[in-house]
């Protein structure tokens, strides 16, 4: 699978988007980019994932480049209880491991 | 909602004991897995079960072992504790469909091995 690169740590103020980036400039064709989030003594939670266009759910949008190189996962208007660790990861469908990086501390601050 | 459940929330334990940690998911999930957490390395698959009594070794195996008899309950087993194994445990299920795949976790497991 593809190595991820993420900024080590963010901030963000309450009720703005949260913008977190990622690079994955070896990507393959059939590899899905994953994003999931682990709040302080949880256990990581799923939040989105696509292949080649954007997508959306309740939680966040994933805005994946043309050139699939990098993606920016998209908190449209983050709260307190957004703060966490961001992992994103890249992997073949087929494949049943996640390789997990050290990911993206955002803070919301009030 | 998919839930995972894990035993125990906090566990402390002595070298040399045998400890069990068990793990249910409540979605009908083919696969299920167990990693550990440990601040600066993130979380490093121990193993993995994609059916009932099938089991793959993950990256770091060693000092572990699992048992799958159920579909929904895949336990981890430590077989003489050492302190090294001191770490957050963390459970997880998932479903192979076509062009998707998520990994539902458990809230953990933090082991403690005195």
């Known amino acids: 699978d593809a190595k991820t690169t993420q900024p080590p740590s963010m901030d963000c103020a309450e009720g703005r988007a949260a913008n977190l980036p990622c690079n994955h400039s070896?990507?393959?064709?059939?590899?899905?980019v994953y994003w999931y989030r682990q709040i302080h003594s949880q256990g990581p939670q799923y939040i989105i994932h696509g292949l080649k266009n954007n997508e959306t759910n309740e939680m966040a949008s994933l805005i994946i480049t043309e050139d699939r190189k990098s993606s920016t996962l998209i908190l449209p208007h983050a709260t307190l209880r957004d703060t966490a660790v961001y992992y994103c990861i890249v992997r073949v469908a087929s494949n049943y491991q996640l390789i997990w990086g050290a990911g993206t501390k955002l803070i919301i601050k009030p | 909602d998919v839930k995972v459940t894990q035993s125990s929330r906090y566990l402390v334990k002595r070298t040399g004991e045998k400890v069990f940690l068990e793990c249910v998911q409540d979605?009908?999930?083919?696969?299920m897995f167990w990693y550990r957490q440990d601040p600066g390395l993130g979380l490093r698959l121990i193993y993995f079960?994609?059916?009932?009594?099938?089991?793959e070794k993950g990256d770091i195996p060693e000092g572990y072992s699992v048992s799958r008899e159920k579909k929904e309950r895949f336990s981890l087993i430590l077989e003489s504790a050492s302190t090294n194994q001191t770490s957050m445990y963390l459970c997880?299920?998932?479903?192979?469909?076509?062009?998707?795949?998520?990994?539902?976790f458990g809230p953990g497991t933090r082991l403690t091995v005195t």
């Open positions: 979605m009908d999930h083919e696969n």
């Open positions: 070896t990507i393959s064709g059939n590899e899905y």
């Open positions: 079960s994609y059916d009932v009594k099938m089991k």
């Open positions: 997880a299920s998932g479903s192979t469909g076509a062009g998707s795949y998520e990994q539902y």
